[in-house]
């Protein structure tokens, strides 16, 4: 994915390899009930969304920082369309990785 630039910074934070991301900092990422339901949001929604679209109990500086552990945990992507950042569940590559993991935290039975 081409990183876009916006006056000389980087508009598209950096994302981890999944396969690189170890099962703790994923489980320790999806402890928190505010970061499972941006995850379940993601995964019900079937498309990304911008992160003002996914209400949430804290504030916008705290909810920042959530997405932030989920993206650095391998489990969504971000990008800018506009002025609207984007989050995307990175279902594919996680269930490459830890297959069965994401349909316990969201509530669905396993896929073969």
Known sequence: MAT????GRDRV????DVREVGL???LEA???PVRRRIVTELHAAGAD???GTIELPVGKSTAT??????REAGLIRQYYVGTSRMNALRREEFDAV?????DVVVGEPHRD
């Open 4 to 7: 876009a630039r916006h006056g």
């Open 13 to 16: 934070p950096p994302h981890p």
């Open 24 to 26: 703790q900092q994923v």
């Open 30 to 32: 999806l402890v928190d």
């Open 49 to 51: 969304l911008s992160c």
């Open 65 to 70: 920082h959530h997405f932030h552990v989920l």
């Open 98 to 102: 830890f297959p069965g993991l994401l």
